[in-house]
């Protein structure tokens, strides 16, 4: 399995609908896991942190399966102003360093 | 508000040519780091720095160097460009640990013709 994977899409969806994503990763013991946002040509900007509780930030849900070792965002009620790349970020099995998954891409329609 | 900011947006460079992509925080983070971004391949870690003067190599350090005499300043190095570094490349910094949330950089895009 590869450290971390995320589905490339692209979703496409239309304004006001709800998207999840989903990301797996291969170590275990991985304690750091966090959501980023990258627009076309732009830099990755942190979206959330993922706790094992899981977490919300108004529109966006991010909920950690440690069991299955998976994360999951969850998107509702989208906006045109979500459409970019969402990376899946997870740290590496020495602690030592970020994996970033390669991107979900999303794009919202009016 | 973190600011990361690298010194060109663009840069044009011939084959073997000697490149230096700069990069300054303001926020007193410990830890530094470069990557790179291809298409397809997404972000790839190059060198980071965990204090002055310290290196450590990533995943992918063959053809690069790195300089960290400062604690603000991470100086990336293609000692002799070629063509297959025409790339995004992106610095990063962080607070805590080296596994902590990472701020970037605006990124400089190169290309090595």
């Known amino acids: 399995r590869k450290e971390v994977e995320q589905d490339p899409g692209p979703f496409n969806v239309p304004e006001g609908a709800t998207v999840a994503f989903n990301c797996t990763y291969s170590n275990s013991a991985s304690q750091s896991f966090f959501w980023y946002r990258q627009d076309c040509r732009k830099e990755p900007k942190l979206l959330m942190s993922?706790?094992?509780s899981g977490n919300e930030d108004g529109r966006f849900t991010a909920q950690l399966n440690r069991a299955s070792q998976y994360i999951s965002l969850l998107i509702r009620d989208s906006k045109l102003s979500d459409s970019a790349t969402y990376l899946c970020v997870v740290n590496n099995q020495a602690g030592t360093a970020l994996i970033f998954g390669k991107g979900t891409t999303l794009s919202v329609s009016s | 508000d973190v600011k990361v900011t690298q010194s060109s947006r663009y840069l044009v460079k011939r084959t073997g040519e000697k490149v230096f992509l700069e990069c300054v925080q303001d926020?007193?983070?410990?830890?530094m780091f470069w990557y790179r971004q291809d298409p397809g391949l997404g972000l790839r870690l190059i060198y980071f720095s965990y204090d002055v003067k310290m290196k450590e190599k990533g995943d992918i350090p063959e053809g690069y160097s790195v300089s960290r005499e400062k604690k603000e300043r991470f100086s990336l190095i293609l000692e002799s460009a070629s063509t297959n570094q025409t790339s995004m490349y992106l610095c990063?910094?962080?607070?805590?640990?080296?596994?902590?949330?990472?701020?970037f950089g605006a990124g400089t895009r190169l290309s090595v013709l």
């Open positions: 993922v706790y094992s």
């Open positions: 926020m007193d983070h410990e830890n």
């Open positions: 990063a910094s962080s607070l805590g640990g080296r596994a902590d949330i990472q701020y």
